[in-house]
Nanobody
């Protein structure tokens, strides 16, 4: 399983970013995929999950601001993040839902003025 998250950066409050997660080595279209984040000094938390059967769910803190999507033909997961807040500052990771290893380096998102 290979997971490569990208697209992070420094953005002002109220701004937006789009994260990508390129994957390989498994049947992406059959897996529930999620975005997770870990802020400094905090535990990793779920941000959004896209289930293989189509269901989607979000953490309450990002609902109505973030949109998770996937392109199965490209084995790629996306996270559109709008109206970013300083509390969204974290390293963002993608992974197969329920998988507890192989997090990769993630991509750093910093929201600051």
């Amino acid at each position: 399983v290979q997971l490569q998250a990208s697209g992070g950066g420094l953005v002002q409050p109220g701004g937006f970013l789009r994260l990508s997660c390129a994957t390989s080595g498994f049947s992406f279209h059959l897996k529930n995929m999620g975005w997770y984040r870990q802020a400094p000094g905090k535990q990793r938390e779920m941000v959004a999950v896209s289930q293989a059967r189509g269901n989607i769910y979000y953490a309450d803190s990002v609902k109505d601001r973030f949109i998770i999507s996937r392109v199965n033909a490209e084995n790629t997961l996306y996270l559109q993040m709008n109206n970013l807040k300083p509390d969204d500052t974290a390293v963002y990771y993608c992974n197969v839902e329920g998988r507890t290893e192989g997090w990769g380096q993630g991509t750093l998102v910093t929201v600051s003025s």
